[in-house]
């Protein structure tokens, strides 16, 4: 692929913790071209700590692969992995998600997904929904890149504990 096409699938070599999480070393995400250097993450990470969609990266190209070598700017979006331990709960949540103008990634009929949260949502809408799932013993969540302002010094910083990009070379 050439770095000039205005999508480019850009990869990210991950830390796994001490539970062997995530159970990868890579996760390949799509970037847009935003200008001559800059690419937009334009999807919703599976497994990556640290970025959310919006976030602006530059990357290099190693061995016929381009891989992340910075995030130049945050793009305000929030990331959370949801499980929901009952399948027949998936659809009616993931409903609920959308209308509150959030978007979920999965893989096919998964229980596990990753959700966005735009800068424009209130993220306390978001975590006050999930919550009362967590509460009510219908789903667990965890935060992977908390980017909306309001939120606990102690929860970012734990958030920020779980980063796990490990940025390979320079551009």
Not at 16 to 27: L, Q
Not at 93 to 111: A, D, E, V
Request: charged share 20%.
């Amino acid at each position: 692929m050439n770095v000039n096409d205005e999508y480019v699938k850009v990869t990210f070599p991950l830390k796994r913790d001490k539970n062997g999480y995530p159970p990868t070393d890579y996760e390949s995400i799509w970037t847009k071209k935003n200008n001559e250097n800059h690419y937009i993450i334009d999807n919703i990470p599976f497994y990556i700590y640290g970025i959310s969609k919006g976030d602006s990266v530059i990357f290099h190209l190693e061995q016929g692969e381009y891989f992340v070598s910075k995030i130049t700017q945050r793009g305000g979006h929030s990331t959370f992995r949801v499980y929901v331990f009952n399948q027949k709960n998936l659809n009616s949540i993931l409903k609920k998600i959308q209308q509150l103008g959030c978007f979920t990634s999965s893989s096919t009929n998964s229980t596990y997904f990753s959700l966005d949260v735009p800068p424009s949502i209130d993220l306390s809408i978001i975590d006050n929904y999930l919550s009362n799932l967590t509460i009510s013993g219908i789903i667990e969540y965890e935060d992977a890149c908390i980017q909306h302002k309001g939120i606990s010094k102690n929860r970012k910083l734990e958030c920020e504990s779980l980063f796990n990009i490990i940025f390979k070379g320079s551009p």
